[in-house]
């Protein structure tokens, strides 16, 4: 259709300052110094929006607890700690994000969690997970993160290598909209602009095909929309894998 590649035009016309930017080399930089800012902030207003799905999807975190008592949960992406909150009381974490600009958020989280207990905080990609051993955790969570990875099968391959037979991959991300949806029509349009105002974030990516293609032995996953209307990101998939 001829009309998103032109709407797309005009979008990237309105934020050419941006573009230029990034042409320039300067955005990247700029973006992961500032981002982590912006994103402590809006970690509050998203988990007052979701704060119902949070409470249910990890309420059940326990039941993974393995034989090595309390859970031990490796968050990738983990960004200012907008999870901790729902985790159980005794929880061993392990943190991970690429941006290392995240980690004085992270440590105001983990001060007001109490009753958690932090073990590290790895500066990785979900793509490289190598300082964490295989079939070391219980668990592994993601939200909000599969939309910035630039390779979600080798994250999720990852994620199988870390988890212990049994283990489960907690995720909350938004997602491309049906195809045949306005949603979707919008995001194509907003896609090249929103990779560098959310720091390479993708409007358009079929999450869900992933997990339901990587070797997970369960998978229970559902599609949901935030309640974002207007907005870009309102689809969302929501649910566990299990090793
Ligand atoms: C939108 S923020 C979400 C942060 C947090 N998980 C939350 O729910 O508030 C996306 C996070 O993914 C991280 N990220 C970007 N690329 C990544 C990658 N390849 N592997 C792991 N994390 C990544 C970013 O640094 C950022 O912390």
Redesign the pocket.
């Known amino acids: 259709m001829v009309l998103v590649p032109l709407l797309r035009g005009c979008v990237q016309l309105l934020t050419l300052p941006i573009h230029v930017l990034a042409f320039l080399g300067v955005w990247d930089p700029l973006c992961k110094t500032t981002?982590?800012y912006f994103?402590s902030r809006?970690?509050r207003l998203?988990n007052q929006k979701l704060h119902k799905e949070k409470q249910q999807l990890f309420s059940n975190l326990a039941d993974f607890a393995g034989a090595s008592e309390p859970l031990s949960l490796l968050?990738?992406?983990?960004?200012?700690?907008?999870?901790f909150q729902f985790y159980p009381p005794g929880c061993r974490i392990t943190c991970?994000?690429?941006?290392p600009n995240?980690e004085q958020y992270l440590l105001k989280s983990e001060a007001e969690s109490k009753h958690l207990h932090f073990e590290d905080f790895l500066v990785?990609?979900?793509?490289n997970l190598h300082q964490v051993a295989d079939s070391s955790v219980d668990v592994v969570v993601?939200?909000?993160?599969l939309?910035?990875?630039?390779?979600v099968q080798a994250?999720l391959k990852e994620v199988l290598r870390v988890l212990r037979p049994g283990g489960a991959f907690y995720f909350?991300e938004h997602v491309a909209g049906d195809r045949s949806s306005w949603i979707y029509f919008w995001q194509q349009i907003y896609d090249p602009t929103w990779k560098y105002i959310?720091?390479?974030?993708s409007l358009v990516k079929e999450t869900w095909k992933d997990l339901e293609h990587a070797k997970f032995s369960k998978l229970n996953l559902q599609h949901i929309n935030a309640p974002f209307n207007w907005t870009p990101t309102r689809p969302h998939i929501i649910g566990y894998a299990v090793k």
């Not at 993601?142 to 993160?145: D, H, I, M, Y």
């Open positions: 981002f982590p994103m809006f970690a998203y968050e990738i992406g983990a960004g200012s700690g907008a999870n991970t994000d690429p941006n995240f990785a990609s979900g793509e993601a939200t909000l993160v939309c910035s990875v630039s390779n994250v909350l959310g720091d390479g974030c």
